[in-house]
T-cell receptor, first 116, second 111 residues
Framework: GAGVSQSPRYKVAKRGQDVALRCDPISGHVSLFWYQQALGQGPEFLTYFQNEAQLDKSGLPSDRFFAERPEGSVSTLKIQRTQQEDSAVYLC??????????????FGAGSRLTVL | SQKIEQNSEALNIQEGKTATLTCNYTNYSPAYLQWYRQDPGRGPVFLLLIRENEKEKRKERLKVTFDTTLKQSLFHITASQPADSATYLCALDGGYSTLTFGKGTMLLVSP
């Protein structure tokens, strides 16, 4: 597609429910990133894929968070047993790392998760 | 660990003036520094990047400076317009790696 597509745009979950957030990156972008953005804060890195390989998951806050990208295109971020502190906007971004090494990200509009 | 700081308070300026936003960082030597714009309810949008060996970069009404000695980048918008009102994020780019973002500075341009 023309841009990075995320769904759902809004998700309300009761505490303890599992949620799944989907990201459809720009076609041909091998790198895919997930960031978490709390209200009034900048995006915080969660995890990074290159094709289907998850190269860095150091930002995932707990083992309740899990991400996958099985075929190297669409990615899903899953949060199990949601807690109120998980409430945030989850941003997906994809990129082509340039020959120079600069990593310019194209973001989706985000999925806003509210945990009650 | 690396730390990145941006003006925490909103910057209010009048239309036509130059807006200057600051980004300071510590404990890191990025290969690049990037600036993004974020509007409410939207994801960040890339504006400009500057390399560690560049002092200044321009794009239309935007200008970015990068001082690796001071560990600081300044982002200028000249002849500001109300449509420039948004949150501006700076990000450290180590090259072939993930980006680390600051908290952002909200810019409000009044007519």
């Amino acid at each position: 597609g023309a841009g990075v597509s995320q769904s759902p745009r809004y998700k309300v979950a009761k505490r303890g429910q599992d949620v799944a957030l989907r990201c459809d990156p720009i076609s041909g972008h091998v790198s895919l990133f997930w960031y978490q953005q709390a209200l009034g804060q900048g995006p915080e890195f969660l995890t990074y894929f290159q094709n289907e390989a998850q190269l860095d998951k150091s930002g995932l806050p707990s083992d309740r968070f899990f991400a996958e990208r099985p075929e190297g295109s669409v990615s899903t971020l899953k949060i199990q047993r949601t807690q109120q502190e998980d409430s945030a906007v989850y941003l997906c971004a994809s990129s082509l790392i340039r020959d120079t090494g600069a990593n310019v990200l194209t973001f989706g509009a985000g999925s806003r998760l509210t945990v009650l | 660990s690396q730390k990145i700081e941006q003006n925490s308070e909103a910057l209010n300026i009048q239309e036509g003036k130059t807006a200057t936003l600051t980004c300071n960082y510590t404990n890191y030597s990025p290969a690049y520094l990037q600036w993004y714009r974020q509007d409410p309810g939207r994801g960040p949008v890339f504006l400009l990047l500057i390399r560690e060996n560049e002092k200044e970069k321009r794009k239309e009404r935007l200008k970015v400076t990068f001082d690796t000695t001071l560990k600081q980048s300044l982002f200028h918008i000249t002849a500001s317009q109300p449509a420039d009102s948004a949150t501006y994020l700076c990000a450290l780019d180590g090259g072939y790696s993930t980006l680390t973002f600051g908290k952002g500075t909200m810019l409000l341009v009044s007519p």
